[in-house]
Nanobody, 127 residues
């Protein structure tokens, strides 16, 4: 069983920063990419960022570029999402997801293409 566990969420004031972590554990599985998605109350899940595990290529939703940074630590099987200049509209549950096999760049933002999901971590940005 593969498990993805997010941590690092919390309450932060607008303009502040948070770093989320996603730790992968369980049986050995090949990881092509890890993505971060978020879902705000009453809204659809949306893509935030993704990183390919082997070469570290990164991808971002346009609204997150310049504010969010995705990274990974291969040795620790952990990915991170550093979020800066947070806005109240960033309030959401943030999920990490893993894709086992190759995924073209055109599909990297599609949540249904990911094989494993974490339980999510709440991020609340107060104004």
């Amino acid at each position: 069983q593969v498990q993805l566990v997010e941590s690092g969420g919390g309450l932060v004031q607008a303009g502040g920063s948070l770093t989320l972590s996603c730790a992968a554990s369980g049986r050995t599985f090949s990881k092509y990419a890890l993505g971060w998605f978020r879902q705000a109350p009453g809204k659809e899940r949306e893509f935030v960022a993704a990183i390919t595990w082997s070469d570290g290529n990164t991808y971002y939703a346009d609204s997150m570029k310049g504010r969010f940074t995705i990274s990974r630590d291969n040795a620790k099987n952990t990915a991170f999402l550093q979020m800066t200049s947070l806005k109240p509209e960033d309030t959401a549950i943030y999920y990490c997801a893993a894709r086992s096999s190759y995924l073209p760049e055109s599909s990297i933002a599609r949540g249904w293409q990911y094989d494993y999901w974490g339980q999510g971590t709440q991020v609340t940005v107060s104004s």
